[in-house]
């Protein structure tokens, strides 16, 4: 009853920038907490930021300073700012809607960090 679609992915040089987006829709509830997650190749999907219903945040040590994350909740949608980007945050990014104690994932989003 939940879709999620990130979009914004891409290929970016070391140093610069990418804003991700994610929309939400079908039936959500007032009160959720979403995340971006990711997941490089042979590597375990890790957290990368939440953010609940109040804005309260929440980040992994690796990208605090250089990343944002945001929503609008009269529009559904959550977004990732990524600044001063790094080869290692290389990944496919996720994000994660959960409420009443269901997870609901979007399909990801490539971001490729590369000279």
């Known amino acids: 009853q939940v879709q999620l679609v990130e979009s914004g992915g891409g290929l970016v040089r070391p140093g610069g920038s990418l804003r991700l987006s994610c929309a939400a829709s079908g039936s959500i509830f007032r009160f959720n907490i979403m995340h971006w997650y990711r997941q490089a190749p042979g590597k375990q999907r890790e957290l990368v930021a939440s953010i609940d219903s109040v804005d309260s945040t929440n980040y992994a040590d690796s990208v605090k300073g250089r990343f944002t994350i945001s929503r609008d909740n009269g529009k559904n949608t959550m977004a990732l700012q990524m600044n001063s980007l790094k080869p290692e945050d290389t990944a496919v990014y996720y994000c994660?809607?959960?409420?009443?104690?269901?997870?609901?994932w979007g399909q990801g989003t490539q971001v490729t960090v590369s000279s």
């Open positions: 994660r809607l959960d409420q009443l104690a269901k997870n609901y």
